[in-house]
């Protein structure tokens, strides 16, 4: 949009005309803006930024959750090269939101156009399609698990009718992964959904009918109203969704605990392991700040393709 | 412009009754620590409370039976108990005793998390006192909990590992049942046999197994290492796994022959144990004796069939001496003390430790079916009064005599280790990767990860 | 736009943006044109009896967990897998009010989660209102600071978090997980994306028509924003009512549990209570489903009411 790249000209502009003006501006903008944050900046500086920056400091220690973390220098960061089970972890992350990510993207744009269309009954499938995100997950994976039964499983029997080799889906190395792909995808989509619907209803109409009259089929409506329209929102679902894929956890936890083997062993999952079960919050730290740093990596990526795009 | 109302509106009366609620939020902080403090320390008669952890408390009798126990024969002294959860204790201790808000009394789950607390939080105070009063009885074993020469916990439960059995499969089939010689081939003989004549005797042939392997990874391998004849510092701590060999063979030698649900079925699909044996799709099940009195609730609630059972002792190792006390795992619950606690309170939480340790406290679980931690010959006979216990002398040779190792060994990386070792069982179990393979991975990623000294 | 518009000719005009449209342009959305030709016709008889087939599949699990909820409990996790309880326990979804606090923890949750949701809508609103449409130095690494904790895993902070609260003697209220939902990064970033969406120059005459800050957010922003408002409100409400960690750690008093907290009563040990679990999963849905229903209503209403305005 034209909002970012229109301002800083302006004021570019505003300061070569009057500078003094100008820095009254400013200073009227910072404190308008900053008492705009505010309330939610001071519960998010105690609640959420001193923690995080503790964490931080404990990376680089020995910590056993009691008493203060020992500064250990780098100990834990040579601990995290050799150790085959953290990249084991680390490599599957991958492959998850590899996969993952631009699955549910899809599904979920889908959804919502679908579900922004005059469709009869759009309510009901909208409610459905929410549906996975609060059915309990005990229960989602347990009839998941079922369908996925490498014998009696019905996705299976299905798969018979076209091939005699079927995969071996949660008791498997190679599909468990896979199964849980497809799972997450099922119980998010309808989530991104919302977010997505939410974002095209803000799109103008006025836009559509412009494009119309220029001649535009549906799918150059599409892609060149709806998408760049849309952009901020899906800038918003683009970091939402690769932050919570690279820190999934709870589905693995239930569906197969990151078996069989380490074939679905997560990232956040081995933070949790190391830091719970093993109780070494120090090391523990130092891996999820690994996983930050790959969040943080790809969304400043995400960040300033949006940027140049808008521009 | 419809729209622009609507949201508006709707916010501003979100705002109203959020503001509401948030009032009303304010009343409900609890008002635990106003009770807490108990001032002076000196007047022996004076009232005191001491706070108590406890899970799921109303599925869970135990503890309640513990506090108004306790109470009952110390009149002074009030147990308060706190809500904890079952699955995830251990995370909320862990952050309780962080910050130096653990109650006055909270249960030890397991050895391994003991040595963690005992070792490095300073949460737990000295209970050498109490371990010293019970020099030279041997009713009560208080060894697994001394560490470095002080005891931090002392045992109010100690469950261990037998053999559960179905008298009426085992009857109707025409099997002989296990006695105390049993090794685990004649485990395996007793399932063959069963096999193939349990479906003869009107068992469902596709449903009903001789035996039901649960998905643990202890029903493998602290059994394994219990028996070896080894110690754990001769293989456990230092990665080498051979003696999980002849039983991993044993326990896919049982899944492929059909005597057990599979592991990859059973842990995927959450198969409860309770289920398969209390409603006689298994006719034994290798289990810890908290089992019995969840079965005997079970039979009288109508969640599991009405059948006649035994335990057995757990089939011993058929590779070395038979040992004349069948050598079996378990941990005991232990009860610890908070170091935060002084005067009146640390000496009623003292007090209250060495009676649910002792016979009194024993006396009082043992009438709810809980095997608790005094085995005198009063405490077994009141555990075994219960209605619906069984009444044979296998069964009550096997709860109450057997040579208990430790479900894991304690000690430094103990943790880390049995981690790796869960992922090598999944590996095993589901066929990923053959015995050797995941076990010389496991011994790999141990080694790759610094815990071994 | 010009200079002299006074601010409620603003507000017309932002409203006339949005809300006045014709059928035509409504008939420009993809999807929303329909000539009737008979492979249109057959084309949409088929696409109902897909999605109809899709929703089954997609609500089989909700399916399970109500069959379930009526089983006996040794049923439930039965092998080979029982769709129909051999017994119908009705009974259950009277026994758990009696069984259990289900009433106490129901109305713990509803307090928690309708408060942490007006706050976090609140501040998260106001607070994208001042990244989005204020311009000041820093505000963008302020922004990334916002995200970037996002990408920090809770359980890493969790303890560091849960000693801060102890030791104001937070812990064990409800405060705590008040203040541990209500001001996450999430509904800042959210609402922010959805104000950039909002044309600059309705923000930017307002301000030079003389309306405060707080004045053009109050009645030009705000107004705009329902459909995220409400997106923002389902989702902080139902993850606010389905937490599990957050009171797991902070709660320890029997009466203040809540519902995710309260269902797990039902493990002990030894035993688990699944049928209890899942009688109790089931009511716990229903009042999701009330917010989700009324907050999807602001989304209808972008196009629909303006959709049949002709």
Redesign the interface.
């Given at each position: 949009m034209s909002s970012q790249t229109a301002s800083p000209a302006a004021t570019r502009r505003h300061r070569s005309a009057n500078e003094k003006h100008a820095h009254a501006i400013t200073r009227r903008n910072t404190r308008n803006g900053l008492l705009f944050i505010a309330p939610n900046f001071l519960g998010f500086i105690f609640l959420t930024l001193i923690p995080v920056i503790a964490l931080f400091f404990i990376a680089f220690s020995r910590w056993s959750a009691f008493g203060m973390p020992q500064f250990n220098g780098l100990t834990n960061w040579k601990r995290l090269g050799g150790d085959k089970v953290f990249w084991a972890a680390f490599g599957n992350t991958f492959y998850y939101s590899l996969v993952h990510i631009p699955l549910t993207l899809i599904v979920a744009f889908l959804l919502a156009i679908l579900l922004n269309s005059k469709l009869k009954g759009r309510t009901f499938f909208r409610t459905v399609a929410f549906f996975p995100y609060i059915t309990s997950i005990v229960a989602a994976a347990q009839v998941w698990s079922m369908l996925f039964d490498a014998r009696s499983g019905v996705i299976n029997q299905f798969l018979r009718l076209f091939t005699s080799h079927v995969p071996g889906w949660l008791g498997s190395t190679q599909w468990a992964m896979v199964a849980v792909i497809i799972v997450a995808t099922w119980r998010e989509a309808g989530y991104y959904m919302i977010l997505l619907l939410a974002g095209l209803q803000t799109i103008p109409h006025t836009l559509y009918e412009a494009a119309e009259l220029d001649g535009a089929n549906a799918w150059q409506r599409f892609w060149h109203v709806t998408v760049p329209s849309m952009r901020p929102t899906l800038f918003f679902v683009m970091v939402t969704l690769t932050i919570g894929s690279f820190k999934i956890l709870d589905l693995t936890l239930v569906m197969t605990d990151g078996g069989p083997g380490t074939s679905t062993l997560v990232l956040a999952q081995y933070i949790y392991r190391v830091a719970f079960e093993q109780g070494d919050f120090g090391y523990s730290s130092t891996v999820s700040l690994v996983l930050f740093a790959i969040c943080m990596i790809v969304t400043l990526i995400q960040f300033y393709y949006n940027r140049s795009k808008e521009d | 412009m419809n729209m622009n109302r609507h949201a508006t509106k709707a916010l501003a009366a979100f705002a109203a009754v959020s503001t509401i609620a948030m009032l009303a939020a304010g009343c409900g902080s609890s008002s635990s620590s106003s009770q807490q403090s108990a001032k002076s320390a000196d007047s022996t008669n004076q009232k005191v409370t001491i706070t108590f952890a406890g899970w799921s408390l109303d599925q869970t009798p135990e503890f309640k039976t513990l506090a108004d126990g306790f109470h009952k024969a110390h009149p002074n002294i009030t147990v308060k108990l706190k809500e904890y959860s079952a699955d995830d204790y251990d995370k909320q201790l862990t952050a309780d005793i962080s910050a130096g808000a653990q109650p006055d009394v909270f249960p030890m789950k397991n050895l391994q998390k003991y040595y963690t607390y005992g070792h490095e939080s300073g949460g737990l105070a000295d209970l050498s006192s109490i371990a010293n009063s019970y020099k030279g009885n041997k009713y009560i074993n208080v060894s697994p909990y001394k560490l470095d020469g002080k005891y931090y916990a002392m045992p109010y439960r100690a469950d261990a590992w037998v053999l559960f059995y179905n008298k009426d499969m085992f009857k109707k089939a025409g099997v002989a049942e296990p006695n105390a010689k049993w090794t685990w081939d004649d485990y395996t003989k007793a399932a063959a046999e069963l096999k193939k004549k349990l479906p003869a005797a009107g068992y469902d042939a596709n449903s009903v197994y001789p035996m039901y392997q649960h998905n643990w990874q202890s029903v493998i391998q602290s059994f394994a290492l219990a028996q070896s004849g080894k110690t754990a510092q001769q293989t456990f701590f230092k990665a080498n796994f051979n003696y999980l060999k002849p039983y991993y063979k044993r326990a896919l030698d049982w899944q492929d022959k059909g005597y057990t649900i599979d592991w990859n079925t059973s842990f995927t699909t959450k198969v409860q144990y309770q289920a398969q044996f209390g409603t006689q799709k298994a006719a034994m099940l290798p289990m810890g004796t908290w089992y019995a009195a969840t079965l005997v609730s079970q039979q009288k609630s109508g969640d599991a069939d009405k059948f006649e059972w035994g335990m057995a002792p757990i089939p011993q190792n058929p590779d070395t001496k038979l040992p004349s006390t069948p050598i079996t795992f378990g941990d005991p619950t232990g009860l610890a003390v908070s170091s935060k606690d002084t005067g009146a309170k640390l000496a009623a939480a003292k007090e209250f430790v060495k009676w649910a340790s002792g016979e009194g406290g024993s006396l009082a679980l043992a009438g709810i079916g809980t095997t608790p931690s005094y085995f005198s010959p009063k405490v077994q006979s009141k555990f075994f009064s219960a209605d619906g216990m069984p009444q044979d002398e296998l069964s009550k040779t096997a709860w109450s005599k057997h040579d208990t190792k430790a479900e894991n060994p304690v000690g430094p990386g103990t943790d880390t280790i049995q981690s790796d070792l869960k992922d090598a069982n999944s590996a095993i179990m589901t066929k990923s990767s053959s015995i050797d393979a995941a076990l010389k991975d496991a011994t790999d990623k141990i080694k790759s990860s610094g815990v071994l000294q | 736009m010009s200079n002299v518009m006074d601010s409620s000719s603003v507000i017309a005009a932002a409203?006339a943006?949005?809300?006045v449209?014709?059928k035509?342009?409504?008939d420009?959305?993809?999807?929303?044109?329909r000539h009737t030709t008979w492979q249109r016709v057959v084309g949409i008889i088929l696409g109902y009896i897909l999605?109809i087939a899709a929703?089954i599949f997609?609500?089989?699990?909700?399916v399970?967990?109500l069959l379930?909820s009526v089983k006996?409990?040794?049923?439930?996790?039965?092998?080979?897998?029982k769709w129909l309880p051999s017994v119908w326990h009705w009974e259950n979804y009277a026994n758990i009010w009696s069984?259990?606090n289900m009433l106490l923890w129901t109305g713990?949750t509803l307090?928690?989660s309708?408060?942490v949701?007006?706050?976090q809508?609140?501040?998260?609103s106001?607070?994208a209102?001042?990244?989005s449409k204020?311009?000041?130095?820093g505000?963008q690494a302020?922004f990334?600071?916002?995200?970037?904790?996002?990408?920090?895993?809770w359980?890493?902070?969790?303890?560091?978090?849960?000693?801060?609260?102890?030791?104001i003697?937070l812990?064990?209220?409800?405060?705590s997980i008040?203040?541990?939902q209500?001001?996450?990064?999430?509904?800042?970033?959210?609402m922010k994306?959805?104000y950039?969406?909002?044309?600059?120059e309705l923000s930017e005459a307002a301000r030079l028509d003389g309306l405060s800050?707080f004045g053009i957010?109050w009645r030009i922003v705000?107004?705009?924003?329902?459909?995220?408002?409400?997106?923002l409100?389902?989702?902080t409400f139902?993850n606010t009512w389905?937490d599990y960690m957050g009171p797991?750690?902070y709660l320890?008093?029997?009466?203040?549990?809540t519902i995710q907290?309260g269902l797990?009563?039902?493990?002990?040990?030894?035993?688990?209570?699944?049928a209890m679990?899942?009688t109790g999963?089931v009511l716990s849905?229903l009042p999701?489903?009330i917010v989700?229903?009324i907050g999807?209503k602001?989304?209808?209403?972008?196009?629909?009411?303006?959709?049949m305005k002709d």
């Amino acid at each position: 949009m034209s909002s970012q790249t229109a301002s800083p000209a302006a004021t570019r502009r505003h300061r070569s005309a009057n500078e003094k003006h100008a820095h009254a501006i400013t200073r009227r903008n910072t404190r308008n803006g900053l008492l705009f944050i505010a309330p939610n900046f001071l519960g998010f500086i105690f609640l959420t930024l001193i923690p995080v920056i503790a964490l931080f400091f404990i990376a680089f220690s020995r910590w056993s959750a009691f008493g203060m973390p020992q500064f250990n220098g780098l100990t834990n960061w040579k601990r995290l090269g050799g150790d085959k089970v953290f990249w084991a972890a680390f490599g599957n992350t991958f492959y998850y939101s590899l996969v993952h990510i631009p699955l549910t993207l899809i599904v979920a744009f889908l959804l919502a156009i679908l579900l922004n269309s005059k469709l009869k009954g759009r309510t009901f499938f909208r409610t459905v399609a929410f549906f996975p995100y609060i059915t309990s997950i005990v229960a989602a994976a347990q009839v998941w698990s079922m369908l996925f039964d490498a014998r009696s499983g019905v996705i299976n029997q299905f798969l018979r009718l076209f091939t005699s080799h079927v995969p071996g889906w949660l008791g498997s190395t190679q599909w468990a992964m896979v199964a849980v792909i497809i799972v997450a995808t099922w119980r998010e989509a309808g989530y991104y959904m919302i977010l997505l619907l939410a974002g095209l209803q803000t799109i103008p109409h006025t836009l559509y009918e412009a494009a119309e009259l220029d001649g535009a089929n549906a799918w150059q409506r599409f892609w060149h109203v709806t998408v760049p329209s849309m952009r901020p929102t899906l800038f918003f679902v683009m970091v939402t969704l690769t932050i919570g894929s690279f820190k999934i956890l709870d589905l693995t936890l239930v569906m197969t605990d990151g078996g069989p083997g380490t074939s679905t062993l997560v990232l956040a999952q081995y933070i949790y392991r190391v830091a719970f079960e093993q109780g070494d919050f120090g090391y523990s730290s130092t891996v999820s700040l690994v996983l930050f740093a790959i969040c943080m990596i790809v969304t400043l990526i995400q960040f300033y393709y949006n940027r140049s795009k808008e521009d | 412009m419809n729209m622009n109302r609507h949201a508006t509106k709707a916010l501003a009366a979100f705002a109203a009754v959020s503001t509401i609620a948030m009032l009303a939020a304010g009343c409900g902080s609890s008002s635990s620590s106003s009770q807490q403090s108990a001032k002076s320390a000196d007047s022996t008669n004076q009232k005191v409370t001491i706070t108590f952890a406890g899970w799921s408390l109303d599925q869970t009798p135990e503890f309640k039976t513990l506090a108004d126990g306790f109470h009952k024969a110390h009149p002074n002294i009030t147990v308060k108990l706190k809500e904890y959860s079952a699955d995830d204790y251990d995370k909320q201790l862990t952050a309780d005793i962080s910050a130096g808000a653990q109650p006055d009394v909270f249960p030890m789950k397991n050895l391994q998390k003991y040595y963690t607390y005992g070792h490095e939080s300073g949460g737990l105070a000295d209970l050498s006192s109490i371990a010293n009063s019970y020099k030279g009885n041997k009713y009560i074993n208080v060894s697994p909990y001394k560490l470095d020469g002080k005891y931090y916990a002392m045992p109010y439960r100690a469950d261990a590992w037998v053999l559960f059995y179905n008298k009426d499969m085992f009857k109707k089939a025409g099997v002989a049942e296990p006695n105390a010689k049993w090794t685990w081939d004649d485990y395996t003989k007793a399932a063959a046999e069963l096999k193939k004549k349990l479906p003869a005797a009107g068992y469902d042939a596709n449903s009903v197994y001789p035996m039901y392997q649960h998905n643990w990874q202890s029903v493998i391998q602290s059994f394994a290492l219990a028996q070896s004849g080894k110690t754990a510092q001769q293989t456990f701590f230092k990665a080498n796994f051979n003696y999980l060999k002849p039983y991993y063979k044993r326990a896919l030698d049982w899944q492929d022959k059909g005597y057990t649900i599979d592991w990859n079925t059973s842990f995927t699909t959450k198969v409860q144990y309770q289920a398969q044996f209390g409603t006689q799709k298994a006719a034994m099940l290798p289990m810890g004796t908290w089992y019995a009195a969840t079965l005997v609730s079970q039979q009288k609630s109508g969640d599991a069939d009405k059948f006649e059972w035994g335990m057995a002792p757990i089939p011993q190792n058929p590779d070395t001496k038979l040992p004349s006390t069948p050598i079996t795992f378990g941990d005991p619950t232990g009860l610890a003390v908070s170091s935060k606690d002084t005067g009146a309170k640390l000496a009623a939480a003292k007090e209250f430790v060495k009676w649910a340790s002792g016979e009194g406290g024993s006396l009082a679980l043992a009438g709810i079916g809980t095997t608790p931690s005094y085995f005198s010959p009063k405490v077994q006979s009141k555990f075994f009064s219960a209605d619906g216990m069984p009444q044979d002398e296998l069964s009550k040779t096997a709860w109450s005599k057997h040579d208990t190792k430790a479900e894991n060994p304690v000690g430094p990386g103990t943790d880390t280790i049995q981690s790796d070792l869960k992922d090598a069982n999944s590996a095993i179990m589901t066929k990923s990767s053959s015995i050797d393979a995941a076990l010389k991975d496991a011994t790999d990623k141990i080694k790759s990860s610094g815990v071994l000294q | 736009m010009s200079n002299v518009m006074d601010s409620s000719s603003v507000i017309a005009a932002a409203s006339a943006k949005t809300a006045v449209i014709d059928k035509k342009a409504y008939d420009a959305i993809p999807l929303n044109k329909r000539h009737t030709t008979w492979q249109r016709v057959v084309g949409i008889i088929l696409g109902y009896i897909l999605m109809i087939a899709a929703a089954i599949f997609v609500m089989l699990p909700f399916v399970w967990m109500l069959l379930s909820s009526v089983k006996p409990n040794n049923e439930v996790f039965a092998v080979p897998i029982k769709w129909l309880p051999s017994v119908w326990h009705w009974e259950n979804y009277a026994n758990i009010w009696s069984k259990s606090n289900m009433l106490l923890w129901t109305g713990n949750t509803l307090l928690l989660s309708v408060v942490v949701t007006f706050l976090q809508v609140f501040t998260g609103s106001f607070a994208a209102y001042g990244f989005s449409k204020i311009r000041f130095p820093g505000r963008q690494a302020l922004f990334l600071t916002y995200i970037a904790t996002m990408a920090v895993p809770w359980q890493a902070y969790m303890i560091p978090q849960f000693k801060m609260l102890s030791a104001i003697g937070l812990s064990d209220t409800r405060w705590s997980i008040i203040l541990l939902q209500a001001f996450g990064a999430f509904g800042v970033f959210m609402m922010k994306q959805f104000y950039d969406s909002i044309p600059e120059e309705l923000s930017e005459a307002a301000r030079l028509d003389g309306l405060s800050e707080f004045g053009i957010y109050w009645r030009i922003v705000l107004p705009l924003s329902g459909p995220s408002i409400s997106a923002l409100a389902i989702i902080t409400f139902t993850n606010t009512w389905n937490d599990y960690m957050g009171p797991l750690i902070y709660l320890r008093s029997p009466n203040l549990y809540t519902i995710q907290l309260g269902l797990k009563q039902f493990i002990s040990q030894y035993n688990a209570d699944y049928a209890m679990i899942m009688t109790g999963s089931v009511l716990s849905v229903l009042p999701i489903l009330i917010v989700f229903l009324i907050g999807q209503k602001y989304f209808i209403e972008g196009i629909a009411t303006s959709g049949m305005k002709d």
